[in-house]
């Protein structure tokens, strides 16, 4: 069973527009969340994670993320994108029953000028 | 700064041959992890380890081992290397030793892009 998805393979934005980039989850429960990022030939770097609370997270570098429980998604964004924001984006869940934590399949972001 | 630092950052290898790939973080983090990732399939778990001595099996363990040297140095070994190893793998790290954080990475190197013919 899959249980974190990223619907968007590829993405493409110009400059300073805005960005939301969707995951959704499969998990009886709320899961812990994450989004990381790659940079190309680089390893991932933890953009942000909602445990609980308020559902809107704030990580670094501009970027946020929605928990939506009724939609079963957890929605990366950000306002006005930079070409540096160019990269790989890949979701994640882990499921603390079994302690299992999954990665997306990954969301690649092209910014163009 | 280094944090996670893997090497060799690039290896060819012929089929059935072996092969340690080695990791090593600054961090004094406890947690440790071996990830590969393959195109269209993000990252799958390979094995990882808790603490200093101790390992697990993640996702896909077959075909590899490890070895937790110290808190660290996390090395994962292809013992007869088959074409479906070729893939980039991934060393991570986090702090927790202990609770269900153990399972969470927050530090990557930067791969190891591994070909295998």
């Known amino acids: 069973a899959q249980s974190v998805t990223q619907p968007d393979i590829h993405i493409t934005v110009s400059e300073g527009a805005s960005l939301e980039l969707r995951c959704n989850y499969s998990y009886g429960a709320t899961p812990y969340l994450f989004w990381y990022v790659q940079s190309p030939g680089q390893g991932l770097q933890l953009l942000l994670k909602y445990f609980s609370g308020d559902t809107l997270v704030q990580g670094i570098k501009g970027f946020e993320a929605e928990f939506k429980r009724s939609q079963s998604s957890f929605n990366l964004r950000k306002p006005s994108v930079h070409w540096s924001d160019a990269a790989e984006y890949f979701c994640?869940?882990?499921?603390?029953?079994?302690?299992?934590?999954?990665f997306g399949t990954g969301t690649s972001l092209t910014v163009i000028p | 700064n280094a944090g996670v630092t893997q090497t060799p950052k690039f290896q060819v290898l012929k089929t059935g041959q072996s092969m340690t790939l080695q990791c090593a973080q600054d961090?004094?983090?406890?947690?440790m992890y071996w990830y590969r990732q393959d195109p269209g399939m993000g990252l799958r778990l390979i094995y990882y380890?808790?603490?200093?001595?101790?390992?697990d099996k993640g996702e896909v363990p077959n075909g590899y081992n490890v070895s937790r040297l110290n808190k660290r140095e996390f090395s994962l070994r292809l013992e007869s290397a088959a074409p479906s190893q070729t893939s980039v793998y991934f060393c991570a790290s986090s702090i927790p030793g202990t609770g269900s954080e153990v399972h969470q990475p927050q530090h990557f190197g930067d791969g190891t892009r591994l070909s295998i013919l």
């Open positions: 380890s808790a603490s200093e001595g101790t390992t």
């Open positions: 994640a869940v882990f499921l603390p029953t079994g302690n299992q934590f999954y």
């Open positions: 961090m004094n983090h406890n947690s």
